[in-house]
């Protein structure tokens, strides 16, 4: 672990097992993908106490690095800063990356992004093309995934912008439209929505506790 990474200890430490290096993490990562679990929300609480305690270069770490496990502890973190453009812009620079926690980003950005609706219509008519080239090779090379587009990601602010009485006409005719529907076979747009409204009404609570 490189010196900058010291920021990092409280929310993870590595361990060799069998002569590879593992990180172990001090809160449940996957549980805060959801935030269904009393066990969560108590990771949260702990995560904003922490991140309260530092400064905004932890946040910026854990927001640059690679592993989503990582990513969501900095999203998070977020919230225990206000709104800073740094973060706001390293999180939609996450976002456009296709990041796995597209969905969580998004969510967040909705809450602490005052230009959000512009940044995500956008984004939208876009269909949230990725222009990164690194990235781009990465899903050109993925079993998974031909298209270099985020579908967890398009459709979680198809569902936020949705959330505005004014856009949501225009939401609606968009989730409709053949361009999506050719590049968002998955994941299952109810249970996005689902998941995206759940975890943006949890971390309402924290922004304005």
């Not at 905004?56 to 919230?79: A, Y």
Request: glycine share 4%; net charge neutral; aromatic share 8%.
């Amino acid at each position: 672990m490189s010196d900058s990474s010291d920021l990092l200890k409280p929310f993870f430490y590595e361990q060799s097992i069998n002569g590879k290096v593992y990180r172990i993490y001090t809160v449940n990562s996957i549980g805060l993908l959801n935030l269904t679990s009393n066990e969560a929300l108590c990771d949260v609480i702990k995560i904003i106490d922490i991140v309260k305690k530092g400064d905004i270069d932890t946040l910026i770490l854990l927001l640059s690095d690679n592993n989503w496990r990582t990513q969501i502890i900095g999203v998070v973190g977020s919230f225990a800063v206000g709104v800073k453009d740094k973060i706001i812009s390293k999180m939609w620079n996450l976002f456009d990356q296709s990041s796995w926690i597209s969905l969580q980003i998004a969510a967040s950005l909705f809450l602490q992004d005052k230009d959000f609706i512009e940044k995500a219509v956008v984004r939208v008519n876009n269909l949230c093309d990725i222009e990164n080239e690194t990235v781009r090779e990465q899903w050109k090379l993925s079993s998974i995934e031909t298209i270099s587009r985020s579908k967890k990601g398009l459709t979680s602010l198809l569902v936020l912008c949705r959330q505005v009485p004014s856009l949501e006409d225009w939401a609606d005719k968009k989730l409709m439209s053949p361009e999506f529907k050719k590049i968002t076979i998955s994941p299952n747009i109810e249970q996005v929505s689902n998941l995206c409204l759940n975890w943006m009404k949890h971390m309402s609570m924290v922004k304005t506790g």
